[in-house]
């Protein structure tokens, strides 16, 4: 059996890291680095949307854990600003949302200033020891995934 005493230590790295992350100057920085003014977590919807192609409103809101009507304001901006274009579905009831050139560049700018940020933090750290954090982040980032779609939902059900 696996011994837990590690696990509270990275509880706490991990808390500490997610707060830091989300700081507003930290935030403020990666918008201004990026040259935009848009809200991270509009990235957050457009790196959905360059990842996994068109998704209609309630898949979107889903993804971000967030209510449909939150998402729907969300995307509104988007779509006025540019970023993304509604789409009509499969269905032709439905509607999908599309990112844009203009949504992919800003993207592809943000996620930029993201990668020099973590290449100054981890800048006195070995190649080896960069490719093992990569590694095992990945790893527990798809661990993280498989348990938040399989977690044991409330009244016992899964």
């Given at each position: 059996m696996q011994s837990t005493?590690?696990?509270?230590?990275l509880q706490r790295a991990f808390s500490e890291l997610t707060r830091r992350a989300h700081l507003p100057s930290i935030e403020e920085r990666l918008r201004r680095d990026a040259g935009t003014d848009l809200a991270l977590?509009?990235?957050a919807v457009l790196a959905r949307l360059?990842?996994?192609g068109p998704l209609q409103i309630s898949e979107l809101a889903a993804l971000g854990g967030v209510d449909i009507s939150t998402m729907s304001r969300t995307l509104r901006h988007l779509c006025n600003d540019g970023y993304v274009r509604r789409e009509r579905?499969?269905?032709l009831r439905c509607v999908v949302m599309e990112i844009t050139d203009k949504g992919r560049e800003t993207l592809g700018r943000l996620q930029t200033a993201s990668q020099r940020m973590f290449a100054h933090i981890l800048a006195a750290w070995t190649d080896t020891d960069t490719a093992e954090l990569a590694r095992l982040l990945t790893r527990l980032a798809d661990d993280f995934a498989h348990y938040t779609e399989h977690?044991?939902?409330p009244g016992g059900q899964r």
């Amino acid at each position: 059996m696996q011994s837990t005493a590690p696990i509270p230590t990275l509880q706490r790295a991990f808390s500490e890291l997610t707060r830091r992350a989300h700081l507003p100057s930290i935030e403020e920085r990666l918008r201004r680095d990026a040259g935009t003014d848009l809200a991270l977590p509009s990235f957050a919807v457009l790196a959905r949307l360059d990842d996994q192609g068109p998704l209609q409103i309630s898949e979107l809101a889903a993804l971000g854990g967030v209510d449909i009507s939150t998402m729907s304001r969300t995307l509104r901006h988007l779509c006025n600003d540019g970023y993304v274009r509604r789409e009509r579905g499969e269905d032709l009831r439905c509607v999908v949302m599309e990112i844009t050139d203009k949504g992919r560049e800003t993207l592809g700018r943000l996620q930029t200033a993201s990668q020099r940020m973590f290449a100054h933090i981890l800048a006195a750290w070995t190649d080896t020891d960069t490719a093992e954090l990569a590694r095992l982040l990945t790893r527990l980032a798809d661990d993280f995934a498989h348990y938040t779609e399989h977690a044991e939902q409330p009244g016992g059900q899964r």
